[in-house]
């Protein structure tokens, strides 16, 4: 097919690997807009869907192969929810099989991922089409209903008639795109967390990158909750071999946002482009292990750079997102560090820059070892060198728990040259 300057998209999936039919392609150089609905809590109680995300079908990108690195730059991120819902959970037992987010069963008839029917509104809205049990992997221990501003820049908790309010109009407030596939978590009317506390909108992506080398579903795309993969006793499960094969979309950095570049790793010819998991807002480590999933607009633009080799997302963030070490120094900074160089006649590192580099695994350790070892074959350093400069010249922040972060430190210049990337750094941070 002939390459697209522009490709929209407004279909989602929930299993993504090497076979998944893909959209577009859009040019290396191109632009693509994609809708996204409410889809964390979403397909949680979705027993329909093989995943605890859905994410846009995947968009091919012309000239991207195995081993090419795929820079995203998120232009714009317009939320066009007018509400949104979460909270803990704890899974219901005898309602799923090894995994909740995946194999969910009804605990009446005993059909795995069967088709669901909604009734009313309140935890037990959602049942199964064949024979009208209640059915949900989750209970929410304790939930709660937000409201946006017309311009969505702040949220604001909401009481229990309000909440059951808006779940009476759940699809309205919702506002989820043609096409959408789960029910919403706002039918639940959730309010346990106390009303009227405010939070700021930062629109975040979630779920955002390229497809990974072997079909899993798509909330499982890192090395966390990849690991529940393995050997599992449903018809996903995957070997620690493959799991390796991960792409790390799933990422939950809430730095991922607008004005943020990232540059995705390519696992798959033609990369696949996937988008999903838009939140409101979250705070480092998604303590509560979700946030306020909801319906949006993403436009970003692509580009590939051939053979980077990335085994996992760069991120180059907003300066002012950097943990404060990564952050270039000012003008009076430098003027200090030149008198301190000419007292012990040394040569200042001027020609620095700050990347991020994401580190997935089981656990928070596996996954700062994932980043530092990314991050040392990416700069072709000694790995305890890269410990030495994350320690002073930047930070490592947790994107979610349980094992995903973000490795932030200056490196030289001429690196980021070797790698291809020295212009996209110089191009974000004015250089």
């Given amino acids: 097919m002939v390459a697209s300057d522009t490709v929209y998209v407004s279909e989602f999936?929930?299993?993504?690997?090497?076979?998944?039919?893909?959209?577009?392609?859009?040019?290396?150089?191109?632009?693509?807009?994609?809708?996204?609905?409410?889809?964390?809590?979403?397909?949680?109680?979705?027993?329909?869907?093989?995943?605890?995300?859905t994410i846009s079908r995947p968009v091919a990108v012309e000239g991207a192969a195995v081993g090419d690195g795929l820079v995203l730059k998120i232009k714009k991120i317009s939320i066009t929810s007018k509400a949104a819902a979460s909270g803990t959970e704890t899974a219901r037992e005898g309602s799923y099989v090894g995994d909740p987010f995946v194999a969910k069963k009804c605990p009446g008839c005993g059909k795995v991922n069967p088709n669901t029917v909604v009734k009313g509104t309140g935890k037990d809205a959602i049942r199964c089409a064949d024979c009208d049990t209640p059915v949900s992997a989750f209970d929410v221990?304790?939930?709660?209903?937000?409201?946006?501003?017309?311009?969505?820049?702040?949220?604001?908790?909401?009481?229990?008639?309000?909440?059951?309010?808006?779940?009476?109009?759940?699809?309205?407030?919702?506002?989820?795109?043609?096409?959408?596939?789960?029910?919403?978590?706002?039918?639940?009317?959730?309010?346990?967390?106390?009303?009227?506390?405010?939070?700021?909108?930062?629109?975040?992506?979630?779920?955002?990158?390229?497809?990974?080398g072997v079909e899993m579903?798509?909330?499982?795309?890192?090395?966390?909750?990849?690991?529940?993969?393995?050997?599992?006793?449903?018809?996903?499960?995957?070997?620690?071999?493959?799991?390796?094969?991960?792409?790390?979309?799933?990422?939950?950095?809430?730095?991922?946002?607008?004005?943020?570049?990232?540059?995705?790793?390519?696992?798959?010819d033609r990369a696949g482009i996937v988008v999903g998991d838009v939140h409101a807002m979250q705070g480092d480590g998604e303590i509560s292990g979700h946030t306020t999933d909801v319906s949006a607009?993403?436009?970003?633009?692509?580009?590939?750079?051939?053979?980077?080799?990335?085994?996992?997302?760069?991120?180059?963030?907003?300066?002012?997102?950097?943990?404060?070490?990564?952050?270039?120094?000012?003008?009076n900074e430098l003027e200090i560090a030149r008198s301190v160089a000419k007292k012990y006649n040394l040569e200042l590192q001027t020609a620095v820059a700050p990347i991020s580099v994401v580190g997935t695994g089981g656990d928070l350790n596996a996954a700062t070892m994932n980043g530092l070892e990314r991050m040392a074959q990416l700069c072709s350093m000694d790995i305890n060198e890269v410990k030495n400069r994350v320690t002073i010249t930047g930070g490592i922040e947790i994107g979610r728990l349980p094992g995903v972060v973000h490795i932030s430190s200056?490196?030289?210049?001429?690196?980021?040259?070797?790698?291809?990337?020295?212009?996209?750094?110089?191009?974000?941070y004015g250089l």
């Fill in 13 to 53: 999936v929930d299993l993504i690997g090497p076979k998944t039919d893909m959209l577009g392609p859009v040019r290396d150089g191109g632009v693509l807009t994609t809708g996204t609905e409410p889809a964390c809590y979403g397909p949680m109680i979705t027993p329909e869907i093989r995943s605890g995300h």
């Fill in 297 to 331: 607009e993403v436009t970003m633009g692509v580009e590939v750079i051939k053979k980077l080799g990335n085994d996992g997302p760069i991120l180059i963030p907003k300066m002012e997102d950097l943990p404060p070490l990564a952050r270039l120094p000012s003008s």
């Fill in 141 to 212: 221990t304790n939930g709660y209903t937000m409201v946006f501003d017309d311009g969505r820049t702040v949220g604001v908790t909401v009481d229990k008639a309000t909440a059951e309010d808006i779940a009476r109009n759940a699809k309205e407030y919702a506002a989820a795109p043609a096409g959408f596939t789960c029910h919403s978590i706002l039918l639940l009317a959730l309010a346990d967390t106390p009303a009227g506390i405010i939070s700021k909108v930062r629109p975040m992506l979630g779920n955002f990158g390229t497809l990974p």
């Fill in 217 to 268: 579903p798509s909330s499982h795309n890192a090395g966390d909750f990849g690991t529940f993969l393995i050997g599992a006793p449903h018809d996903h499960a995957i070997t620690a071999e493959e799991l390796a094969l991960r792409s790390d979309s799933h990422m939950d950095v809430d730095t991922v946002g607008e004005g943020t570049i990232v540059i995705a790793p390519v696992k798959v």
């Fill in 410 to 428: 200056l490196v030289p210049m001429a690196r980021l040259e070797q790698m291809g990337i020295a212009n996209l750094v110089k191009e974000q």
